[in-house]
């Protein structure tokens, strides 16, 4: 049972450069999300997914961008990297009638 | 505007002792209520959660406690053992439709117990 898994676990960018974290999930749960974990912020929602082709905006979801084509993939793009965005992100996914979200391992980013 | 709030930035107990980690929520649409355990370099797992019609929930050395009417809930770990040591968040969801599904964590406290 391989769960929710993501990909790279650690990357290092340039700014300026485009991004693309993956996080893939094998129990087919209806809702996914994209989270980042910064000091003195805990967790915050950037990104977060219904179904596959539904798609809204979290609390800090400037500079980032997400689609989802498969219910089991939702990957994350940094369009042009910023330092402010690097952080450990979290992907997360959620069966529908279920108030528990699963996450990942996570991805440490650093943009230089 | 923080609507989940853990005070504590840490707290560090024996081992065998009771640990009890706050959590306090200013947005009386909250329902339903989450406690996830953090290791360095893992992502959180969930740990127990309560809803807004309980007052109290257990699940092993686990017990979490809602006083609705104070909008305060805590997490006693009885005893505490030394890989209880991690951060632990504190998250919360609104019920009613729409955005249900979205969690509001709290800033997390960090638990260190001594052996």
């Known amino acids: 049972d391989a769960g929710i898994t993501q990909s790279p676990r650690y990357k290092i960018t340039e700014t300026g450069r485009q991004v693309t974290l993956m996080c893939h999930q094998t129990w087919s749960h209806s809702y996914m999300f994209w989270y980042r974990q910064d000091l003195g912020h805990g967790l915050r929602l950037i990104y977060y997914?219904?179904?596959?082709?539904?798609?809204d905006k979290g609390e800090v979801p400037d500079g980032y961008v997400v689609s989802r084509s498969k219910t089991e993939n939702f990957p994350l793009t940094l369009e042009s990297a910023t330092r402010s965005q690097t952080s450990v992100y979290f992907c997360?996914?959620?069966?529908?009638?279920?108030?528990?979200?699963?996450f990942g391992a996570g991805t440490r980013l650093s943009v230089l | 505007d923080q609507q989940v709030k853990q005070n504590s930035p840490s707290l560090s107990v024996q081992e065998g002792r009771i640990s009890i980690l706050n959590c306090d929520y200013t947005?009386?649409?909250?329902?339903?209520f989450l406690w996830y355990k953090k290791y360095p370099a893992e992502g959180p797992t969930f740990l127990i959660s309560?809803?807004?019609?309980?007052d109290k929930n257990e699940d092993g050395r686990f017990t979490v406690f809602l006083n609705k009417s104070a909008k305060h809930l805590s997490l006693h770990i009885v005893p505490s053992q030394p890989g209880d040591s991690a951060v632990y968040f504190c998250?919360?969801?609104?019920?009613?439709?729409?955005?249900?599904?979205?969690?509001?964590f709290g800033k997390g406290t960090l638990l260190t117990v001594n052996p």
């Open positions: 997914s219904a179904a596959a082709d539904i798609t």
């Open positions: 947005n009386s649409m909250f329902d339903y």
């Open positions: 998250a919360a969801f609104r019920g009613g439709g729409g955005s249900n599904y979205k969690l509001t």
């Open positions: 997360a996914s959620m069966r529908q009638g279920v108030n528990i979200q699963y």
């Open positions: 309560i809803s807004s019609i309980k």
